[in-house]
């Protein structure tokens, strides 16, 4: 929106031009979100706990989280307010990638937020049923998956072998997964499903401890902003051997949102946590950071900065599986962060030392920028 209104004003006043600059944006993104998120959380925090919005613990949650009761929760509605308003002000609203990554975060956004209320009008740890969960973010990841594919057929690669539809290997020059020899993009609009719903739903089942799933949402977007950034250049792109993405370059404001909005979320939800996310923050951001990572045809390396929230998602079906199948548990709790709470590991140490995993495997993914 200032973007747009600076390109008016610039006939007039020069130093209006200055805003034409990304990296300005995305600083000035970071700060707004940040700014937002640390001015509105204290007001928010009172609220919640005024309306009794509290965390309801679960009976299987090991036996130390029962403080954890009543906590205020739904704070992910903070979250994407913050990120919502930086983005519409300092995003160029004219890059349909920009309104493809909102209406995916409003959309998970809100299927969150309904269970949610549930848990905590209804007092049931249930929540929206499965299959309206699963119904409304099926249409928001296909439709994301469509739209993308829609823009993608209609762009070349100049820089890069693979076509804008494949899915790259990461360090390998020319090698990737030839999705694009699929008619009518089915191969790619299925694969965007998955990891957007994947991504969704494992951030999800990361956020069981206090700080432990928004401080690696913060790292791996701010990762993707990097990734985003170089792609959305040619000459970078050229050099760096990765696609060129024409409509990139504008994700790194969402990113700089992302990150500012986490990092004043993280203020409130440290150890010991005054508000927590709920399935409304939750299951956006796992989405946003989904969708962001097909944008820039970097889904595996997603993967492997992401590797804390992987990790979650398959100790989770791995105990179910052997359950089922063994009538055996792999893990002593699942999802894994319990697993060690469980083997008597501080939850303090629990986090910090699942940031220092992720810090390290977000240093690996970017490394594959020129390790090929």
């Given at each position: 929106?200032?973007?747009?209104?600076?390109?008016?004003?610039?006939?007039?006043?020069?130093?209006?031009?200055?805003?034409?600059?990304?990296?300005?944006?995305?600083?000035?993104?970071?700060?707004?979100?940040?700014?937002?998120?640390?001015?509105?959380?204290?007001?928010?925090?009172?609220?919640?706990?005024?309306?009794?919005?509290?965390?309801?613990?679960?009976?299987?949650?090991?036996?130390?989280?029962?403080?954890?009761?009543?906590?205020?929760?739904?704070?992910?509605?903070?979250?994407?307010?913050?990120?919502?308003?930086?983005?519409?002000?300092?995003?160029?609203?004219?890059?349909?990638?920009?309104?493809?990554?909102?209406?995916?975060?409003?959309?998970?956004?809100?299927?969150?937020?309904?269970?949610?209320?549930?848990?905590?009008?209804?007092?049931?740890?249930?929540?929206?049923?499965?299959?309206?969960?699963?119904?409304?973010?099926?249409?928001?990841?296909?439709?994301?998956?469509?739209?993308?594919?829609?823009?993608?057929?209609?762009?070349?690669?100049?820089?890069?072998?693979?076509?804008?539809?494949?899915?790259?290997?990461?360090?390998?020059?020319?090698?990737?997964?030839?999705?694009?020899?699929?008619?009518?993009?089915?191969?790619?609009?299925?694969?965007?499903?998955?990891?957007?719903?994947?991504?969704?739903?494992?951030?999800?089942?990361?956020?069981?401890?206090?700080?432990?799933?928004?401080?690696?949402?913060?790292?791996?977007?701010?990762?993707?902003?990097?990734?985003?950034?170089?792609?959305?250049?040619?000459?970078?792109?050229?050099?760096?051997?990765?696609?060129?993405?024409?409509?990139?370059?504008?994700?790194?404001?969402?990113?700089?949102?992302?990150?500012?909005?986490?990092?004043?979320?993280?203020?409130?939800?440290?150890?010991?946590?005054?508000?927590?996310?709920?399935?409304?923050?939750?299951?956006?951001?796992?989405?946003?950071?989904?969708?962001?990572?097909?944008?820039?045809?970097?889904?595996?390396?997603?993967?492997?900065?992401?590797?804390?929230?992987?990790?979650?998602?398959?100790?989770?079906?791995?105990?179910?599986?052997?359950?089922?199948?063994?009538?055996?548990?792999?893990f002593l709790m699942a999802p894994l962060h319990h697993h060690y709470e469980?083997?008597?590991?501080?939850?303090?140490?629990?986090?910090?030392?699942?940031?220092?995993?992720?810090?390290?495997?977000?240093?690996?993914?970017?490394?594959?920028?020129?390790?090929?």
């Open positions: 929106m200032l973007l747009w209104l600076s390109e008016l004003l610039a006939t007039h006043f020069s130093w209006f031009q200055v805003f034409r600059y990304l990296t300005l944006r995305a600083l000035l993104s970071v700060l707004t979100s940040m700014g937002i998120g640390l001015l509105v959380g204290p007001y928010m925090i009172r609220r919640l706990r005024a309306l009794k919005y509290g965390q309801a613990v679960s009976s299987f949650a090991p036996e130390n989280h029962a403080v954890k009761m009543g906590t205020p929760t739904m704070g992910g509605i903070l979250i994407l307010i913050s990120i919502g308003i930086s983005t519409l002000l300092w995003a160029d609203l004219r890059n349909p990638y920009v309104w493809i990554v909102l209406g995916v975060m409003v959309v998970f956004g809100a299927v969150g937020w309904a269970d949610d209320w549930i848990k905590i009008r209804y007092k049931d740890n249930k929540g929206l049923p499965a299959r309206k969960k699963f119904f409304w973010t099926s249409i928001a990841s296909l439709g994301a998956g469509i739209a993308l594919y829609v823009i993608a057929a209609q762009q070349t690669n100049p820089v890069h072998s693979a076509g804008m539809l494949d899915l790259l290997i990461p360090f390998f020059k020319n090698l990737s997964l030839p999705f694009s020899v699929i008619p009518y993009g089915l191969a790619f609009i299925v694969f965007t499903y998955l990891v957007i719903n994947g991504a969704s739903n494992a951030v999800n089942l990361t956020d069981g401890l206090d700080g432990l799933a928004i401080m690696p949402v913060v790292m791996v977007a701010a990762a993707l902003g990097v990734f985003a950034y170089l792609s959305g250049d040619v000459r970078f792109a050229d050099y760096l051997h990765i696609p060129y993405v024409v409509y990139a370059s504008e994700l790194v404001v969402i990113c700089s949102a992302m990150v500012g909005a986490g990092l004043a979320f993280l203020w409130f939800n440290a150890h010991p946590a005054q508000i927590f996310m709920g399935d409304v923050g939750a299951l956006a951001l796992g989405a946003m950071l989904g969708t962001l990572a097909v944008m820039v045809r970097q889904e595996i390396v997603f993967a492997i900065m992401g590797g804390v929230f992987v990790m979650e998602a398959v100790s989770v079906f791995l105990q179910i599986g052997s359950l089922r199948m063994r009538q055996k548990r792999v469980k083997q008597g590991w501080k939850e303090t140490q629990v986090v910090i030392r699942f940031w220092i995993i992720t810090i390290i495997l977000v240093v690996i993914g970017l490394m594959t920028l020129k390790l090929r």
